[in-house]
């Protein structure tokens, strides 16, 4: 039976970073398409980033652009989420998820987080100062 795990959040001030990882366990990544979604307090879960199977594609939300980065080490099976720049905003609950590519893509920038087929406990990111 497959899951995925995350890993690599914490407390953070302003500015920081850190690197989640993304674990699959019970069945290989490289066929599937990989997303980060993140749920701050008393809100909607948010499509983050995501990753095309084959890693060439990605995605990022308007409000992580250009501070976040997803990549993948398929033969880790893992992927990985360097966020930097860190800002008290970004204060969520960092899920990972897997489904094929089209649904993948479709939920990170349409919201779909509760349609995807593997979904991850997910790991808990703090930025204050």
């Known amino acids: 039976q497959g899951q995925l795990v995350e890993s690599g959040g914490g407390s953070v001030q302003p500015g920081g970073s850190l690197r989640l990882s993304c674990a699959a366990s019970?069945?290989?990544?490289?066929?599937?398409?990989v997303g980060w979604f993140r749920q701050a307090p008393g809100k909607d879960y948010e499509g983050v980033s995501c990753?095309?199977?084959?890693?060439?594609?990605?995605y990022y939300a308007d409000s992580v652009k250009g501070r976040f980065t997803i990549s993948r080490d398929n033969a880790a099976n893992t992927v990985y989420l360097e966020i930097n720049s860190l800002k008290p905003e970004d204060t969520a609950v960092y899920y990972c998820?897997?489904?094929?590519?089209?649904?993948?893509?479709?939920?990170?920038?349409?919201?779909?987080?509760?349609?995807?087929?593997?979904r991850g406990q997910g790991t808990l990111v703090t930025v204050s100062s």
């Open positions: 019970g069945f290989t990544l490289d066929s599937y398409a």
């Open positions: 990753i095309s199977s084959s890693g060439d594609i990605t």
């Open positions: 998820t897997a489904d094929i590519n089209h649904n993948m893509f479709l939920a990170t920038k349409k919201g779909g987080y509760r349609q995807l087929g593997w």
